[in-house]
């Protein structure tokens, strides 16, 4: 039950102070939910897409039809969380190991990052509706 759910992460509705999204890292329940502060009894909205935990969300804070998400299915998804149905909008390529991180650029909506398992840190563009993998440089340790 989602009700019940184990949350790894937490992110605030970048327009709305009283929104906010959860998501579950467990494999057996990988949703995220969209919660109100004024009616918190229940989620406002579910979304599900993904086949194992979530590790990572992050809220466009310029364009709240963009949440990102990462999890250990080894996918990253753009959603757009205000559709009535919480539709994906796009899927990003990944590294061969499990996205931990995911974030917008501050300053320009169209640039995504990640970081991952594996030590490299991935920039994604979504200029023109393509989603183009940038070369991508190993984390120094």
């Known amino acids: 039950s989602?009700?019940?759910?184990?949350?790894?992460?937490?992110?605030?509705?970048?327009?709305v102070a009283t929104q906010l999204c959860l998501a579950s890292e467990d494999d057996h329940t990988p949703v995220i939910q969209i919660w109100d502060l004024r009616a918190a009894s229940s989620p406002l909205k579910t979304l599900e897409g993904h086949t194992k935990g979530i590790l990572s969300l992050a809220w466009c804070k310029d364009d709240s039809d963009l949440l990102l998400s990462c999890g250990k299915d080894n996918r990253i998804i753009v959603w757009n969380p205000n559709s009535p149905q919480g539709e994906i909008v796009a899927e990003l390529p990944t590294s061969n190991q499990w996205s931990f991180d995911v974030s917008w650029c501050p300053r320009n909506p169209a640039i995504i990052a990640s970081a991952s398992f594996d030590g490299h840190v991935s920039v994604y563009s979504m200029m023109g509706g393509q989603q183009q993998v940038q070369p991508t440089n190993r984390i120094t340790e």
């Open 2 to 15: 989602t009700s019940r759910m184990r949350c790894k992460v937490v992110a605030w509705h970048p327009e």
